[in-house]
């Protein structure tokens, strides 16, 4: 093994009983962000990218309203305490045409990006990536799985552990 290669990623799972409690850690994700956090959004239609995206946005002081999944919109840039870009994969027909987009600048210019279907452009993403895999168990249920690889994402991921496991124990 070379001394360059990242070490493995960890990961920790969050159980979702309700909308209300993917927005929860969706709020932890977002003051979590720091400059430059590239976050992943991985899972099927309706499992919920959105909806996490949405009060992760919030958190950093986005207006929620303008976190949605428009038909063709490919990239949504909004203003908060960071600037925020929402990329949405689903229509792409391509990986070059992801790239012709310039995300390569979006990556870079410290903000925090938020990609859904992240696992379309997987191979282009930034190294260290905040990965967060949606699965749906139940009509209003969703688990969690939510791993960091690399070294900003694992500090990320390390404040969210804490901030979220510190709420359950002030709210019951
Ligand atoms: N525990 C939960 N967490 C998040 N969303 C939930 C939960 N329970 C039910 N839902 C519902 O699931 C849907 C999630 O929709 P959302 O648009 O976020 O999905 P998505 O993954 O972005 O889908 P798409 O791939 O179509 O963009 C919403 O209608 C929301 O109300
Ligand atoms: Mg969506």
Redo the contacts with the bound molecule.
């Keep these: 093994m070379s001394g360059s290669e990242s070490p493995p990623p960890t990961a920790w799972t969050f159980t979702?009983?309700?909308?209300e409690?993917?927005a929860a850690l969706g709020a932890a994700v977002g003051r979590s962000a720091r400059a430059g956090a590239v976050i992943a959004l991985v899972?099927n239609?309706?499992?919920?990218?959105?909806?996490i995206a949405r009060a992760i946005a919030e958190a950093l002081g986005v207006d929620p309203k303008l976190v949605t999944?428009p038909t063709f919109v490919l990239i949504q840039e909004y203003d908060g305490r960071l600037p925020v870009f929402h990329f949405?994969t689903?229509r792409l027909g391509s990986v070059d045409e992801f790239l012709d987009l310039g995300v390569d600048e979006y990556f870079e210019v410290g903000g925090v990006c938020l990609v859904?279907?992240a696992d379309r452009v997987a191979g282009v993403l930034p190294q260290d990536v905040l990965r967060i895999e949606?699965d749906i168990t139940d009509?209003?249920?969703?688990t969690f799985r939510i791993s960091a690889h690399g070294p900003l994402a694992q500090s990320m991921l390390d404040a969210v552990a804490v901030d979220v496991a510190e709420s359950t124990r002030e709210n019951g």
């Design positions: 979702s009983a309700s909308e409690e993917t899972g239609l309706g499992a919920g990218k959105t909806r999944s949405d689903y859904e279907w949606i009509v209003s249920a969703r």
